[in-house]
């Protein structure tokens, strides 16, 4: 399989993904997408990414949470359940942890929020290009500098001088 195939197939996982946010997302059909095993698409996607698939939808999740609770009228407790979460204190403790603040403060406003953006796998290589070079010998030639007077005074130790 060609490394562009493998991309493809990472990207229609990632966006099965997307699509299934607001649901339990099954990992096997995920991975499906990627014509791999739920333990492949897992690894690879965790040595491309930098983060675990788990990571990367919580932190999906808590920023798609943050934007509806700073521009909508939903209540915290809704919020926290749209996205997956079984009651509004664990909800809490994972937003304060992602975005600094608490739900209830972003409800308040004026809060800055912290943003995780959707991923779009790109595929780009470089090198493995042949290069025509040419070795060249060197000439050897020593360079010398004149020696140094001695110093008059042999406890003087400044810049130069000395041990």
């Known amino acids: 399989m060609a490394a562009t ?3 493809t197939g990472l990207q229609r996982s990632i966006d099965y993904i997307e699509d299934h946010l607001l649901e339990d ?3 096997e059909a995920a991975a499906a997408q990627s014509f791999s ?9 965790s040595i491309l990414c930098g983060y675990t698939l788990g990571e990367y939808i919580r932190n999906r999740r808590l920023s798609l949470a943050g934007t509806e609770l700073a521009s909508g009228d939903i209540k915290v407790i809704d919020t926290a359940l749209k996205y997956g ?3 509004p204190d664990s909800f809490a403790r994972a937003f304060q942890r992602f975005h600094g603040v608490l739900p209830s403060q972003v409800k308040a ?3 800055r929020l912290r943003s995780f953006s959707r991923l779009v796998l790109k595929f780009s290589m470089e090198g493995g290009t042949n290069m025509n070079y040419r070795g060249c010998e060197a000439s050897h ?3 010398s500098r004149p020696a ?3 110093d008059p005074d042999p406890d003087r130790m400044d ?4 041990l």
């Open 5 to 7: 195939d493998w991309i």
């Open 25 to 27: 997302i099954d990992y």
């Open 37 to 45: 095993s739920s333990f492949h698409f897992q690894r690879i996607f």
């Open 85 to 87: 979460y079984e009651s």
């Open 109 to 111: 406003g004026g809060c």
């Open 141 to 143: 030639r020593r360079l």
């Open 148 to 150: 140094e007077p001695a």
């Open 159 to 162: 810049a130069g001088h000395g």
